[in-house]
């Protein structure tokens, strides 16, 4: 083993720690998300996710908690826009790959769906024309962001924007964020009503 890896180890794990705890200090977004998602979910209204790369990971790790279970088997009706591999190639070969989630936004979602946008930096293109196009279907967008929060967090009913600049401990803080949003849902006891 590399002398320096134990280290890397320490340095890794207490710089997620730290980034969690700033994260402690303004959970006012993370609690207006989960009443969002919340009160779509007790009028029958669906989640959908869109992210890319590490981002798509989390969209599809969050929709399966929702759709199976976290801890509780809920079978809440969430859907992440970055699965269907017909759509996407066709979009992004047709369309090009900036309209892959903002074209599935405007023929799936309905009035009283929620989008959970998920981009780093806050600037990727096609989340940020998924979130447009949801906000023109008067659907609520909440956006997973980090650094500046970037051009997302002007597109969206609730931001909650990680405070790093480094996309791992971001990615890191959403995935906790989401399991904290999915916690909070089951707290809410919402019953499937679809």
Partial sequence: MQADWSDIVESSLNESIQVKQKLLENTAPILQSAEILAECLRRGGTVFLAGNGGSAADAQHIAAELVGRFE??????????????????????????????????KALMRSGDV???????????????????????????????????????GLCSAAIVVPSGRTCRIQESHITVGHILCELIEHAEIANSH
């Avoid at 969430?78 to 900036?98: K, R």
């Fill in 115 to 153: 989008l959970i946008a998920i981009s780093t930096s806050g600037n990727s293109t096609s989340i940020n024309l998924a979130a447009q196009a949801a906000r023109d279907k008067g659907c609520p967008v909440i956006g997973l962001t980090g650094k500046n929060g970037g051009k997302l967090i």
């Fill in 72 to 105: 509780k088997d809920n079978q809440l009706p969430a859907l992440a826009l970055t699965t269907d591999s017909s759509c996407l190639t066709a979009l992004a070969n047709d369309f090009g790959y900036d309209t892959v989630f903002s074209r599935q936004v």
